[in-house]
């Protein structure tokens, strides 16, 4: 064993020279601290500017596209109720026509059959309800969108 520890060579401390402190960093004048400054703002107003600048124009282009799609849909809904209120006065005409044919089975009205209900109490002019303002149904006259 101790030829094994013999030829392992110790190790050698190896001497440091003197090293010198380097002297401390001058601070950066202060118009060359105002125009980092400077540099600073601006970049972050340039980004806030940009990101604003593209929440308008998405907004511009968002909002006509949302409103086509809706116009589109109200016009769709506007030729449904047209189709189900002709749907509507065909079938009332059908039954009036059926009504008329003596194998229908039905009766003409008879003032004797009828059913009489007492009218209703009163109401005060405080009580009363007013009811609901109800909005000319007008067509409209515009088929395209207004917007882009």
């Known amino acids: 064993m101790s030829a094994v520890s013999q030829s392992v060579n110790p190790p050698r401390v190896r001497q440091r020279p003197n090293v010198q402190e380097l ?3 001058k601070r950066d004048p202060l ?23 593209l929440g308008m124009y998405g907004w511009t282009v968002y909002a006509p596209h949302q409103w086509n ?21 065909t079938l009332k005409h059908n039954f009036a026509v059926r009504s008329e044919t003596p194998s229908s089975g039905f009766v003409p009205p008879d003032p004797s059959k009828s059913i009489f209900l007492p009218p209703n109490p009163a109401i005060s002019p405080s009580q009363e309800v007013a009811p ?5 149904s007008q067509p409209l006259s515009v088929r395209g969108p207004l917007a882009y």
Do not use: C, M
Request: hydrophobic share 40%; aromatic share 8%.
């Open 132 to 136: 609901p303002h109800q909005p000319t």
């Open 23 to 25: 002297p401390a960093p």
């Open 69 to 89: 799609q809706e116009f589109r849909n109200l016009d769709k809904l506007q030729r449904y109720e047209r189709h189900l209120t002709a749907t509507n006065e």
């Open 31 to 53: 118009w060359l601290r105002s125009f980092l400054l400077l540099q600073h703002a601006s970049a972050a107003i340039a980004v806030g500017s940009a990101a604003a600048a």
